[in-house]
């Protein structure tokens, strides 16, 4: 089994950085995927860290420790449209599951 | 236009009438995956499935059944629903290899069992 645990919601301002942690207990550990969920919608995908560092997509940045099972997402410069779920999921080459945390629900206000 | 859809969108139904929940996917995936969204509990793998005939059970298989006689489809059935499987159901696909946690999700089918 594995748990993967991530804050249940958090809230910014427009404008400011906001940093989504997630920790995680696995076996055959092949990748930490984040994935945005707006509310009555299906997920999609935001990012893949596979190796240990910081991956930079535009204003979405991801980083990883495998060694220390952790990894956050870091959204700056928040707009009002950031406001969703965000999901943490761990995917696994023994088995090749994908398990996901409960997800963190960040509001943006203005 | 890459996508996977599910059908129906929306079901109501009663304990025990059995239902299938059809997913196709047209980007030649290899993987492809059911889950199960409730509130606090996050999404939850239901089956999956590496490749035409080769199907897994995920984390919560019990009361699902799963069949992939084509590439492109995966179709999710309840022989007999119970009110504990009322849930948002979502299918996803993706390509083999490093990657294959990168999914694609249909946009979900919430189902009601009475």
């Known amino acids: 089994g594995q748990n993967i645990d991530q804050p249940t919601e958090m809230t910014a301002t427009e404008g400011a950085i906001v940093q989504i942690n997630c920790t995680y207990q696995?076996?055959?550990?092949?990748?930490l995927f984040w994935y945005q969920q707006h509310a009555g919608e299906a997920p999609t995908f935001l990012s893949y860290?596979?190796?240990?560092g910081l991956e930079e997509k535009g204003r979405f940045s991801s980083f990883l420790s495998r060694s220390k099972g952790y990894s956050y997402l870091l959204l700056k410069e928040l707009q009002m449209k950031d406001s969703a779920s965000y999901l943490c999921?761990?995917?696994?080459?023994?088995?090749?599951?994908?398990?996901f945390g409960a997800g963190t629900t960040v509001t943006v206000r203005a | 236009e890459a996508q996977v859809t599910q059908n129906p969108r929306y079901l109501i139904t009663v304990t025990g009438k059995k239902l299938t929940v059809t997913c196709s996917q047209n980007?030649?995936?290899?993987?492809m995956s059911w889950y199960r969204q409730d509130p606090g509990l996050g999404l939850r793998q239901i089956y999956y499935?590496?490749?035409?005939?080769?199907?897994d059970k995920g984390d919560v298989p019990e009361g699902y059944k799963v069949s992939r006689k084509e590439k492109r489809n995966f179709p999710l059935i309840l022989e007999s629903p119970s009110p504990n499987q009322t849930s948002l159901y979502f299918c996803?696909?993706?390509?083999?290899?490093?990657?294959?946690?990168?999914?694609?999700f249909g946009p979900g089918t919430r189902l009601t069992v009475t």
């Open positions: 996803a696909s993706s390509r083999p290899g490093s990657t294959q946690g990168e999914q694609y």
């Open positions: 980007m030649n995936h290899e993987y």
């Open positions: 860290n596979v190796l240990d």
């Open positions: 499935s590496m490749n035409v005939e080769v199907t």
């Open positions: 696995t076996s055959g550990f092949n990748g």
């Open positions: 999921a761990v995917f696994r080459s023994n088995d090749y599951k994908l398990s």
